[in-house]
């Protein structure tokens, strides 16, 4: 049975920056020796429609919840129609500004609390050089894959679990764990049921 993290757009994304980043985020990988045995992979062809409840009229953005709902669906359409795939966790990434009831404030991302769901907006990240628009975004791969599989955010100032407050802390972050992140991840990956299922 395959077994992947899926990578999801939603709302009006290109496929062309969906495919790059999973190029650059699973080269990373391997490049660095991060997350091992953890993989992205596009789940559907095109990028799905903006969840019809999420917009706030009040805040103009986007409520982060309904789009936790939307993955949802997804991980439970993809275990009733794909029968040879195993769909544990995924990744939605949209261009809209996305605001969370939860932490009552603008998110540029967030994991649930179930490790199963982690939701991306790279609004903020935009750039006239896409390169550094992809590293942006890896870089908060990097962190939402690592949240949802329980890992917290790191103070070392290297690590790609560091917390972000703003665009110069991301940019000046790496695309690496430091050692002890490392080893809570392999250690967090070997007691997991379905770890090694992820290729």
């Not at 992947?4 to 080269?27: P, W």
């Not at 870089?139 to 599989?149: A, H, P, R």
């Amino acid at each position: 049975m395959e077994s992947f993290i899926g990578y999801l757009g939603v709302g009006k994304i290109e496929n062309e920056l969906l495919d790059d980043t999973i190029l650059m985020f699973n080269k990373l990988l391997d490049d660095e020796g991060n997350l091992p045995n953890v993989r992205l992979k596009k789940i559907f062809p095109s990028s799905m429609p903006i969840p019809a409840t999420s917009y706030n009229h009040t805040n103009g953005k986007y409520s982060i919840e309904p789009f936790f709902n939307l993955g949802i669906r997804v991980i439970s359409s993809i275990a009733t129609l794909k029968k040879d795939i195993r769909l544990d966790k995924v990744v939605l990434i949209t261009p809209l500004p996305l605001f969370s009831h939860t932490m009552n404030c603008r998110v540029t991302g967030e994991a649930d609390a179930n490790g199963r769901i982690a939701v991306i907006s790279y609004d903020t990240m935009k750039h006239d050089d896409p390169e550094l628009v992809r590293t942006r975004i890896c870089k908060e791969l990097f962190f939402l894959i690592g949240c949802l599989y329980g890992l917290s955010p790191c103070r070392n100032e290297g690590c790609a679990m560091k917390r972000c407050a703003n665009l110069n802390e991301l940019d000046e972050k790496g695309t690496s764990l430091c050692e002890e992140c490392a080893k809570l991840f392999s250690d967090r990956l070997s007691k997991s049921s379905f770890g090694d299922r992820y290729v």
